[in-house]
């Protein structure tokens, strides 16, 4: 590596293990905060790579980079606008039809990437059995690593891989998805447009703008709109009412299928599944809460029964603490004071009314507080709260708000 410092970006969906490839990274050497003006965490941290500090920035978790949640415009944003010298990108090793599509919208972005197919242990207990070196060479040649974040098995190659790819952006694999004739003609016209723009192709990669726009990203359309791009979004809009009239679909759709059957083609042959036998009993939770039609009851049910936990289970311990300080500690308070000489006066009203009140009214909300932290934490720690989203957001979308909101 050379002596100019690097940055590096940390991203992967929720639940995939990102958080403790960054503490094995960076050890004790993190600062914890918001992003500017946001109140989502920003964690950095330095790592030794080599013989030089790096920083490494753990991005938050998102399942794709479609700005639908202010996590996935941060991580996007980051990318764009920081151009860190690298992103490792963590996928889970048991669920990589799922959790790459995250990294191949990385891949899209035209920067350095490094792949962790981290959890390994996870995927060689279910008999699954992955050939990084043939999922690298069908990516484009970009380092893939097999780790174990929990055990830092792996963690060496992930930073050898790291030191080697210092000045990637001279050295990109060149990684297009085939989005079929249809939807490649149109993004060719757009490529066009946004490529002879000085501004916009200085700013953005021009196919994967291309692609956003076809996508419609709202977020994208209206920082376009208000930067004068009328012309761009309305050949953008054009373009995807002939996709439709053509394909029947819209082209978000269309766009995401293929990406799928990208990852589909990435993994056939490198990935070997011991054959199918019974389903777990977690698959089949996972069927019944997700179900179409049977998740949204399910989903207003236990939202119920948080309430009815928070509000009815914590009353007796509410009451009792309410009783202390109305009584025995009030009482005491009363008792100190007048032996004090002081009964009566505006001191006891103060000490009394205000401070032992005051806090008291705070203090008697802690059962409900606890109450409700831990339920909302039992339900995240089951990967609960991440389907949630998925199964409210048809239901969300009709007020115009993401299934995460």
Same mark, same amino acid.
């Given at each position: 590596?050379?002596?100019? &410092?690097? %940055? ?22 993190? $600062? ?39 996590? !996935? ?14 992103? @490792?990108?963590v996928a889970d090793a048991a669920n990589l039809e799922r959790t790459l599509y995250l990294a191949i919208q990385v891949i899209e972005l035209e920067v350095p990437v490094v792949l962790v197919l981290n959890?390994?242990?996870?995927? $060689? ?8 070196? !043939? ?12 780790? /174990? ?10 930073? %050898?891989?790291i030191a080697g790819c210092t000045g990637c952006w001279q050295t990109l694999p060149t990684i297009h998805v085939d989005y079929g004739d249809l939807l490649e003609k149109e993004m060719s016209a757009l $490529? ?56 029947? !679909?819209?082209? *978000?759709?269309? @766009? ?34 997700? $179900? ?11 939202? =119920? ?14 009451? =009792? ?8 500690? %009030? ?16 001191? *006891?009203?103060?000490? /009394? ?13 802690? &059962? ?11 339900? *995240? ?17 009709? @007020? ?6």
């Amino acid at each position: 590596m050379n002596g100019s &410092p690097l %940055t590096i970006a940390l991203a992967g969906n929720p639940n995939v293990g990102k958080s403790t490839i960054f503490n094995a990274l960076t050890g004790a050497h993190q $600062h914890v905060g918001n992003w500017p003006g946001k109140t989502v965490e920003k964690k950095e941290g330095v790592a030794r790579i080599g013989h030089d500090d790096v920083t490494i920035v753990d991005l938050p978790g998102t399942y794709s980079l479609n700005a639908y949640s202010l996590e !996935e415009i941060i991580t996007r944003d980051f990318i764009i606008n920081e151009r860190p010298s690298l992103v @490792i990108t963590v996928a889970d090793a048991a669920n990589l039809e799922r959790t790459l599509y995250l990294a191949i919208q990385v891949i899209e972005l035209e920067v350095p990437v490094v792949l962790v197919l981290n959890m390994g242990d996870v995927a $060689h207990k279910r008999g699954i059995r992955l050939d990084a070196a !043939e999922i690298s060479a069908r990516l484009g040649g970009i380092p893939v690593i097999e780790t /174990v974040g929990t055990r830092s098995n792996g963690l060496t190659h992930l930073k %050898t891989a790291i030191a080697g790819c210092t000045g990637c952006w001279q050295t990109l694999p060149t990684i297009h998805v085939d989005y079929g004739d249809l939807l490649e003609k149109e993004m060719s016209a757009l $490529h066009s447009q946004i490529a002879a723009d000085p501004i916009l192709s200085q700013q953005y990669k021009s196919r994967w703008l291309a692609i956003k726009l076809l996508e419609c990203d709202e977020d994208l359309r209206a920082r376009l709109d208000r930067a004068g791009y009328r012309d761009l979004l309305d050949a953008a809009d054009h373009a995807a009412d002939r996709i439709f009239e053509q394909a029947d !679909e819209d082209a *978000e759709t269309l @766009i995401t299928d293929r990406r799928y059957q990208f990852i589909g083609n990435v993994l056939h042959g490198a990935v070997a599944r011991p054959a199918q036998g019974a389903e777990t009993r977690s698959d089949q939770v996972d069927h019944i809460v997700t $179900h179409p039609i049977w998740g949204v009851p399910i989903f207003l049910l236990l939202m =119920w029964l948080v309430f009815q936990l928070t509000a009815h289970v914590s009353a007796p311990f509410l009451d =009792w603490i309410d009783g202390v300080i109305s009584g025995p500690i %009030t009482r005491w308070a009363v008792a100190l004071l007048g032996a004090a000489g002081l009964g009566g006066s505006w001191v *006891e009203a103060l000490v /009394v009314d205000g401070v032992i009140a005051g806090v008291g009214g705070v203090i008697v909300f802690v &059962p409900v507080l606890f109450f409700l932290y831990t339920a909302v934490a039992v339900l *995240e720690d089951s990967g609960y709260l991440a389907r949630s989203a998925l199964v409210m957001d048809r239901v969300m979308r009709l @007020i115009g708000l993401h299934g995460k909101s």
